[in-house]
């Protein structure tokens, strides 16, 4: 039975920092910024460039903002929200590679990250770096593009895709695979305030 956001609420112990205390040190701008309906798109490219800041400091390529994978990473947050449920995989089947292939974007590889609770994009990525599963994402060599989206409803909900787009000589990458990793992990255990949840697919080799 699909879990309703206030199922997950009461049966999951997971923990993140709280965002004045979780949220990475950066000169980023608009990274405390709170996620309205109003500041969505501030909000989006904040995360875009907190990405990037974590990936230039470790010698990785910085990730380029693909419109086709924010198309994909924002249906997904405001059907969350609409339909309120907390998964990679929508209540009708659709998990991340469908929506990323209805996006019309082809990928050799991709991943997805969500995160419910926090307001701030320094707060989410915070918890998102603290996070093994979800910081092997962002810090992924093999995705050279980004998509982020995110939908205010009763508590902002955040998704980011990572994908490299295939050539004409390289498969695309399935849109489910059974051993893709699905993480739901604790970070510093101090007030529940978020869940986070992470699903890849790697590239093909």
């Given at each position: 039975?699909?879990?309703?956001?206030?199922?997950?609420?009461?049966v999951?112990?997971?923990?993140?920092?709280?965002?004045?205390a979780?949220?990475?040190?950066?000169?980023?701008?608009?990274?405390?910024?709170?996620?309205?309906?109003?500041?969505?798109?501030?909000?989006e490219?904040?995360?875009?460039?907190l990405?990037?800041?974590?990936?230039?400091?470790?010698?990785l390529?910085?990730?380029?903002?693909?419109?086709?994978?924010?198309?994909?990473?924002?249906?997904?947050?405001?059907?969350?929200?609409?339909?309120?449920?907390?998964?990679?995989?929508?209540?009708?089947g659709?998990?991340?590679?469908?929506r990323?292939?209805?996006?019309?974007?082809?990928?050799?590889?991709?991943?997805?990250?969500?995160?419910?609770?926090?307001?701030?994009?320094g707060?989410?990525?915070?918890?998102?770096?603290?996070?093994q599963?979800h910081?092997?994402n962002?810090?992924?060599?093999?995705a050279?593009?980004?998509?982020?989206g995110?939908a205010?409803?009763?508590?902002?909900?955040?998704?980011?895709?990572?994908?490299r787009?295939?050539?004409?000589?390289?498969?695309?990458?399935?849109?489910?695979?059974?051993?893709?990793?699905?993480?739901?992990?604790?970070?510093?255990?101090?007030?529940?305030?978020?869940?986070m949840?992470?699903?890849?697919?790697?590239?093909?080799?």
């Open positions: 039975m699909r879990r309703s956001l206030a199922f997950i609420a009461a999951t112990a997971l923990f993140a920092l709280p965002a004045e979780g949220a990475i040190a950066t000169e980023c701008a608009n990274f405390d910024l709170s996620a309205s309906k109003s500041s969505i798109a501030k909000v490219a904040a995360v875009a460039r990405v990037n800041e974590e990936r230039t400091s470790r010698g390529n910085a990730l380029k903002r693909d419109a086709k994978l924010g198309r994909a990473a924002r249906g997904h947050s405001k059907d969350m929200a609409t339909r309120r449920y907390f998964d990679h995989d929508s209540p009708s659709r998990d991340p590679g469908d990323i292939a209805a996006a019309s974007y082809r990928a050799s590889f991709w991943g997805e990250n969500i995160f419910l609770g926090l307001r701030t994009a707060g989410v990525m915070g918890g998102w770096m603290a996070s599963g910081c092997t962002i810090l992924s060599p093999d050279l593009d980004i998509g982020g995110t205010v409803g009763r508590s902002p909900l955040w998704t980011q895709v990572f994908g787009a295939s050539s004409a000589n390289t498969p695309s990458a399935p849109s489910r695979r059974r051993a893709a990793a699905r993480t739901r992990v604790a970070s510093t255990p101090t007030v529940s305030v978020g869940l949840s992470t699903m890849l697919v790697p590239a093909k080799r």
